[in-house]
Structure formats: C-alpha cells, structure tokens
C-alpha cells in the first residue's frame, strides 16, 4: 500500500424544507444535521484508491445512518492537472430513509401522496469523473461530473416516482485546501 489514512469525518447537512420544492408540500421540513463518524481510506500503486465513510445523525435532522464507499483510479497526471474516475455507492438506515423518502399517514393526508415506508439498504450506485488543478502547495480547484442511479425502494418512493428521477446527474466544483496534522510542514 502506499498510503492507508483512518480518522474522524464531520458532515453538514442541510436542511429541507417542504417549501422548498412544490413536490416536498405537507411533508414536513427535515432540520440541519450534524453527522459524525470515521472514514478509513488506501491508495495503491499511486494510481487508485477505496475509501468508505460511515457517518450518524446526531440531534436534529435525521438522525440516521450513512455508509459511502468509492473507489477511485487515476487517468492522467500531467504537471498541475489530473483526472479520475470514480464508482461510488450509499447505503442508508431506517432512520435517514424515513426522514427523506417515507411518507407516514398523517404527510400523507397532508401532501395527498400515498402512504409509503421506505427501509433501510443501498440508496444509490454512481460515477464520476474528476478534474483537479492544483493550486500552490496546498490548493486545488476540482470540476466534476457525477452520474447516480436511485436503487430500489428508494426509487419507489412517491417523492421520487411521481415527482423526480432515479437517474441524477450533477456537474460542478470546489476548491480544497489540504491542512497536514502532527509535525508542521510547509
């Protein structure tokens, strides 16, 4: 292995409102949630990497359980440019899958949706592809492209059936600082 890492992952959830798309009305709002827990992470061969995170719910929001796995290989490195591709899977407990794609009898009266209970177990499976331009020593900008294709009773759920698509895609970007712990170095 050339580089395993293990330690603490800290995640923001944001909240979502029942105003915030017309297809969420009379289902309620799920607050902002912290989400706390680990993530264990190798590269080998400077070329590829896995990574998985599992992360909980603490005291607002939903209070449930996230498990993200992604595996990741280098396509081209070329001075301060590269590219990836990655492959990526959620899977989600009870708790997350109530609070966003359930709908308990009372929402249901509320939104006119019919009753639907999702369970726990994989909520999607994806692909990416990465571009980073490093910045400095400790900067980079990161444009991405990201398929995701909803799985099972996930995709059956009401929200989604009647309202969205089990095939997501996203495109975008950020910018990453990396902080190095332990012995300063510049």
Same mark, same amino acid.
């Given at each position: 292995f050339s580089h395993f890492a293990?330690?603490?992952?800290v995640r923001i959830q944001g909240r979502r409102s029942e105003n915030d798309n017309p297809a969420l009305k009379g289902l309620g709002s799920v607050g902002t949630t912290f989400e706390?827990?680990?993530?264990?992470?190798?590269?080998f061969r400077?070329?590829?990497?896995?990574?998985?995170?599992v992360r909980h719910g603490l005291k607002t929001g939903h209070r449930g359980t996230i498990v993200d796995a992604q595996g990741t290989a280098l396509l081209l490195r070329y001075g301060p440019f590269s590219t990836s591709?990655?492959?990526h899977t959620s899977w989600i407990g009870n708790r997350y899958a109530d609070a966003y794609f359930s709908v308990t009898p009372e929402q249901s009266l509320r939104s006119g949706l019919p009753v639907f209970n999702a369970g726990r177990g994989f909520r999607d499976i994806g692909a $990416?592809? =990465?571009g980073y331009v490093?910045?400095?020593k400790r900067w $980079?900008? =990161?444009p991405y492209v990201s398929y995701d294709y909803i799985l099972h009773d996930i995709a059956l759920t009401p929200i989604i059936s009647q309202f969205g698509d089990r095939n997501q895609l996203r495109a975008g970007f950020y910018?990453?600082?990396q902080f190095t712990f332990g012995k300063f170095q510049d």
């Open positions: 293990i330690g603490p992952t706390f827990g680990g993530f264990a992470a190798t590269t400077h070329r590829y990497s896995v990574r998985f995170k591709v990655s492959a $990416s592809i =990465n490093n910045i400095g $980079s900008f =990161n910018v990453m600082r």
